[in-house]
Antibody
Framework: QVQLVQSGAEVKKPGASVKVSCKAS????????MHWVRQAPGQGLEWMGI????????SYAQKFQGRVTMTRDTSTSTVYMELSSLRSEDTAVYYC??????????????WGQGTLVTVSS | DIQMTQSPSSLSASVGDRVTITCQAS??????LNWYQQKPGKAPKLLIYDASNLETGVPSRFSGSGSGTDFTFTISSLQPEDIATYYCQQYDNLPPRITFGGGTKVEIK
């Protein structure tokens, strides 16, 4: 069965960087794009970007351009999301989610369990 | 950027009631519209894709309709386990971009 298992919670100081991992299993890793979505406490869902695990190409939301980097390791079927220059507003749960089999891969059919990143001095 | 306006932001209904949530796009998005359910402390779950297709394993009381700019999500008979926040989501492919609606919190009256 498809599983996306994310790394554990992180506490970071303002200005630092965080790197969250998402290990995929149960399907062909390079056949499905992967999205990253975050959710601040009590708030809605916010899309951060997408990575093609096959070639490594990425597309980021304008809000995060210059601060976010998404990478992948095909040998371990893992995608990574690194966010730099952290500020308190980046405190959120970060999710990876697979782009599913729907029109243009526009749906997110499997999600990781989420990783809480807390930014605090 | 395409904006998604979801309403209402919250609602309270009785068990067995029909519940309807709407989502309006700021421009034509064809049928690139999906619906998710999120329970507290959990990741979102895909319920409806491509505006009207029920994801495998999702109960048939959930349904979606619409195309272009106006979309509707319906729970035909609200159950206690349906208490959650529901989000619509659209997709642009040039460049790839996803936008979520603001969410609708569904509670039992």
């Amino acid at each position: 069965q498809v599983q996306l298992v994310q790394s554990g919670a992180e506490v970071k100081k303002p200005g630092a960087s965080v790197k969250v991992s998402c290990k995929a299993s149960g399907y062909t890793f390079t056949s499905y794009y992967m999205h990253w979505v975050r959710q601040a406490p009590g708030q809605g869902l916010e899309w951060m970007g997408i990575i093609n695990p096959s070639g490594g190409s990425t597309s980021y939301a304008q809000k995060f351009q210059g601060r976010v980097t998404m990478t992948r390791d095909t040998s371990t079927s893992t995608v990574y999301m690194e966010l730099s220059s952290l500020r308190s507003e980046d405190t959120a749960v970060y999710y990876c989610a697979r782009a599913g089999v729907c029109s243009g891969g526009s749906c997110l059919d499997y999600w990781g369990q989420g990783t809480l990143v807390t930014v605090s001095s | 950027d395409i904006q998604m306006t979801q309403s209402p932001s919250s609602l309270s209904a009785s068990v067995g009631d029909r519940v309807t949530i709407t989502c309006q796009a700021s421009q034509d998005i064809s049928n690139y519209l999906n619906w998710y359910q999120q329970k507290p402390g959990k990741a979102p779950k895909l319920l409806i894709y491509d505006a009207s297709n029920l994801e495998t394993g999702v109960p048939s009381r959930f349904s979606g309709s619409g195309s272009g700019t106006d979309f509707t999500f319906t729970i035909s008979s609200l159950q206690p386990e349906d208490i959650a926040t529901y989000y619509c989501q659209q997709y642009d492919n040039l460049p790839p971009r996803i936008t979520f609606g603001g969410g609708t919190k569904v509670e039992i009256k």
